[in-house]
């Protein structure tokens, strides 16, 4: 699942209706939660998927968490349902 606002508990920015969000999706195979709107790495969870967010990806912004890191998550998905994530940083 792919949102704007970040939906782990306890991450900068959550929407008040978070929970009431993640529910609608009990009982389906959910893996991962990737969020964007806070800009900085977070990793929560909810039963058992993943919530993450990430750095910035943008140049000239900072992150909110106020760590230099700057880049994307690069994810693979395999048939046996397990995804596998990788950091790419930008060249500096």
Do not use: I
């Amino acid at each position: 699942l792919f949102t704007h606002f970040p939906l782990g508990a306890g991450v900068p920015m959550r929407p008040l209706n978070a929970d009431e969000v993640l529910t609608r999706f009990a009982g389906h195979n959910l893996r991962a939660v990737l969020s964007g709107h806070h800009h900085g790495r977070t990793r929560t969870r909810w039963k058992s998927t993943t919530l993450l967010t990430n750095a910035c990806c943008a140049r000239v912004r900072g992150n909110h968490d106020r760590t230099p890191t700057k880049g994307y998550w690069l994810f693979r998905a395999h048939l046996d349902g397990t995804l596998q994530r990788t950091f790419v940083p930008f060249a500096a």
